[in-house]
């Protein structure tokens, strides 16, 4: 499979929306949770699920902020990943499991807090594909490190699983519950 990956711009903010709501088999959304999420719940948990999170990741994208890639099959968009600077993402940085227990770092920690793959574009290598453009975005965007907080045992885990990252070269920094804390530098 040929995956292209692009940055969330205004131009393809209409991809972002055809992936997010793009309806499966008996009407229902195939691409659950990201619909209803729109993949703010790290950045701002105060809004409700569906328009007013869709609204928030609008604005985000009009203002340029680029807060993640979409990969592309064909021209079709098939899956996300939302990525940025650590500190875009102030759940992470109060959450009592994931929070930095390092001193320093600030703005060059960037963090991966999400994936989502079309149902049915799922197991053929879309998230390995996000998962390194990932990697070069953030460090030719200035990250000093990469950072992620995936599940242990769920591979089909919103957050990306374990064994995904350690393919890309993430180390273990520690264990947060049900999930791991892993870093990348160059």
């Known amino acids: 499979m040929s995956v292209a990956v692009r ?33 703010m719940y790290w950045r701002e948990r105060a809004l409700p699920h569906g328009e007013p999170k869709k609204r928030a990741m609008a604005a985000l994208v009009r203002a340029g902020r680029e807060p993640g890639l979409l990969a592309y099959e064909d021209g079709e968009p098939v899956g996300w990943i939302s990525l940025g600077p650590r500190e875009d993402f102030p759940h992470i940085l109060r959450s009592p499991q994931y929070r930095p227990r390092e001193t320093g770092g600030g703005p060059a920690v960037w963090s991966v807090v999400c994936f989502a793959v079309d149902r049915y574009a799922q197991r053929r290598g879309v998230a390995t594909a996000l998962l390194a453009a990932a990697v070069e975005y953030a460090f030719a965007h200035g990250a000093t490190s990469l950072e992620a907080y995936p599940h242990v045992a769920d591979p089909r885990d919103y957050m990306g699983h374990v064994e995904l990252f350690e393919r890309a070269g993430f180390a273990h920094v520690r264990a947060a519950g049900k999930r791991a804390i892993v870093r990348l530098e160059p």
């Open 7 to 39: 940055a969330v711009t205004p131009e393809r903010w209409a991809d972002m929306c055809a992936l997010f709501e793009r309806r499966g088999p008996r009407g229902g959304h195939r691409n659950t949770p990201a619909y209803g999420c729109w993949c």
